[in-house]
């Protein structure tokens, strides 16, 4: 009998408990004054934010609100439609140095985690940026913190002088995530419209950081921004599942060939990142390079659509090891016909390009599988393999199929037979 009241009591103090948890959580709701905005209890975000218990709802009705946002505990925050009007616009005067972060955002997520941001229009373009040397800039950036991202159109992460930048350091990114300690951090990247920005429209980062991006339309400009400009980069140890993206880049416009490569956009860049990253289904086009892969393992890069590319390839692939190209299918790498120079390939593309030679963090190219590849209209359909695996290709007004660098004529001439 004991052990039975004893039961009993754990059951409804436990049922307590979790019924205390379920209602914890409020939902609180912003509208500015004069908009329609029923039961609207605050007038600014901030004011909702600085409120709300972790766990808490904060709904945000249709208007133009000017501020810029710290978010360092556990949150949704939600726009909502009212009336048929469904545009939240977050678009402050970015401050710099504003919360004693060393970084700009409209919204930054610091430290904390389970914080979704979802359909709103983020625009990062009233910033004090210039060039990369201090401040990065981006739309929404996770910091040491995880979360999703959803549904959401993110713009205007444009810095002053981005000819400035190097490769790194770098800045004017849509969706920043990164971390400076140690731990596990995800973020979910979905549905968002991600455009004008200067460098990245995702940009992900850092050891024990992985990246869900997901169902997302990309677009920049390409070179003409002034600055080397991808759609995603996936780098230093962070792991990615890149799936379903439409991205679009810039073509060269009045650039030197040359001068297009060097200062090259890329739809989706891999650079040093972990094991385990999928590139899957996306469509790519109009850049110089559609898949750039440098210093990676074990990753997988299937069943994308690759086209208009100028410059360089459709996947370009250096120091890549135990790795899986397959089923890819590229439209339209040019040009065709430009000469070779020296011993690589310099002003001519192909379908997937292997480089000879080390990568980034020393990765070595070996042991890799390149299949199932379809390819029209390039100068060759995979060019430059010696160690890879080259299977089921088909290949439609190529110069040439397959290309293996340690062949006695290699590469042999661009032009017409």
């Given at each position: 009998?004991?052990?039975t009241?004893?039961l009993?009591l754990?059951l409804?103090?436990?049922?307590l408990?979790a019924f205390?948890?379920m209602?914890?959580a409020?939902?609180?709701i912003?509208?500015?004054?004069?908009?329609?905005?029923?039961k609207?209890?605050y007038?600014?975000?901030?004011?909702?934010?600085?409120?709300a218990?972790?766990g808490d709802?904060i709904e945000i009705?249709?208007?133009?609100?000017p501020?810029?946002?710290?978010i360092?505990?556990?949150l949704?925050?939600r726009g909502l439609t009212?009336?048929g009007v469904?545009?939240?616009l977050?678009?402050p005067?970015?401050?710099?140095g504003?919360?004693?972060?060393?970084?700009?955002a409209v919204?930054?997520?610091?430290?904390?985690n389970?914080?979704?941001?979802?359909?709103l229009?983020?625009?990062a373009s009233m910033?004090?940026?210039?060039?990369?040397?201090?401040?990065?800039?981006a739309?929404?950036h996770?910091?040491?913190?995880?979360?999703t991202?959803?549904?959401?159109a993110?713009f205007?992460?444009q810095v002053?002088?981005p000819?400035?930048?190097g490769l790194l350091?770098?800045?004017?990114f849509?969706?920043?995530?990164?971390a400076?300690?140690?731990?596990?951090?995800?973020?979910?990247?979905?549905?968002?419209s991600?455009?004008?920005y200067?460098?990245?429209g995702?940009?992900?980062?850092?050891?024990?950081v992985?990246?869900?991006?997901?169902?997302?339309t990309?677009?920049g400009v390409?070179p003409?921004?002034?600055?080397n400009?991808?759609?995603?980069?996936?780098l230093?140890?962070?792991v990615?599942?890149?799936?379903?993206n439409?991205i679009t880049?810039?073509?060269c416009?009045?650039?030197?060939?040359?001068?297009?490569?060097n200062?090259?956009?890329?739809?989706?860049?891999?650079?040093a990142?972990?094991d385990?990253?999928?590139v899957?289904?996306?469509?790519?086009?109009?850049?110089?390079?559609g898949?750039f892969?440098n210093?990676?393992?074990d990753?997988?890069?299937t069943?994308?659509?690759i086209?208009?590319?100028?410059?360089?390839?459709?996947?370009?692939?250096?120091g890549t090891?135990?790795?899986?190209i397959d089923?890819?299918?590229?439209?339209?790498?040019?040009?065709?016909?430009?000469a070779p120079?020296?011993?690589?390939f310099?002003n001519?593309?192909?379908?997937?390009l292997?480089?000879?030679?080390?990568?980034?963090a020393?990765?070595i190219?070996?042991d890799n599988t390149?299949?199932?590849?379809?390819v029209?209209?390039a100068?060759?359909g995979?060019g430059?393999v010696?160690?890879?695996t080259v299977?089921?290709?088909?290949?439609?007004?190529?110069?040439y199929t397959?290309?293996?660098?340690d062949?006695t004529?290699?590469?042999?001439?661009?032009?017409?037979?």
């Amino acid at each position: 009998m004991l052990k039975t009241r004893v039961l009993h009591l754990g059951l409804a103090l436990w049922f307590l408990g979790a019924f205390c948890g379920m209602v914890s959580a409020k939902t609180r709701i912003v509208g500015q004054p004069g908009t329609p905005c029923p039961k609207a209890t605050y007038t600014q975000i901030t004011d909702a934010v600085v409120a709300a218990a972790p766990g808490d709802v904060i709904e945000i009705c249709p208007a133009l609100y000017p501020e810029q946002l710290i978010i360092s505990k556990p949150l949704t925050l939600r726009g909502l439609t009212v009336n048929g009007v469904g545009r939240v616009l977050l678009q402050p005067s970015l401050a710099a140095g504003f919360g004693g972060l060393s970084f700009e955002a409209v919204i930054a997520v610091t430290n904390t985690n389970n914080v979704t941001i979802e359909n709103l229009a983020i625009d990062a373009s009233m910033n004090t940026v210039s060039g990369c040397a201090g401040a990065s800039l981006a739309g929404i950036h996770y910091y040491n913190s995880s979360g999703t991202v959803e549904n959401n159109a993110i713009f205007g992460a444009q810095v002053a002088n981005p000819q400035s930048c190097g490769l790194l350091p770098a800045s004017g990114f849509g969706v920043e995530v990164d971390a400076d300690q140690p731990g596990s951090f995800s973020v979910t990247v979905e549905h968002n419209s991600i455009h004008d920005y200067t460098r990245n429209g995702v940009y992900v980062t850092g050891s024990g950081v992985t990246a869900q991006i997901e169902d997302n339309t990309i677009s920049g400009v390409g070179p003409s921004s002034g600055a080397n400009q991808f759609g995603v980069w996936i780098l230093n140890g962070a792991v990615g599942l890149i799936k379903r993206n439409v991205i679009t880049e810039g073509l060269c416009g009045t650039l030197s060939l040359m001068d297009c490569v060097n200062l090259r956009s890329e739809g989706i860049t891999l650079r040093a990142v972990g094991d385990g990253t999928v590139v899957d289904k996306n469509v790519i086009s109009n850049a110089q390079s559609g898949i750039f892969i440098n210093g990676v393992n074990d990753i997988s890069v299937t069943d994308n659509q690759i086209s208009n590319i100028v410059g360089a390839d459709g996947i370009d692939m250096q120091g890549t090891s135990n790795s899986l190209i397959d089923g890819n299918t590229i439209f339209n790498a040019g040009p065709v016909s430009a000469a070779p120079r020296g011993s690589g390939f310099v002003n001519i593309s192909c379908g997937v390009l292997e480089a000879p030679g080390a990568g980034t963090a020393g990765g070595i190219e070996q042991d890799n599988t390149v299949s199932h590849t379809t390819v029209n209209d390039a100068y060759c359909g995979v060019g430059n393999v010696a160690t890879t695996t080259v299977e089921s290709g088909v290949y439609h007004n190529t110069l040439y199929t397959v290309l293996a660098s340690d062949s006695t004529s290699f590469p042999p001439p661009a032009s017409e037979p």
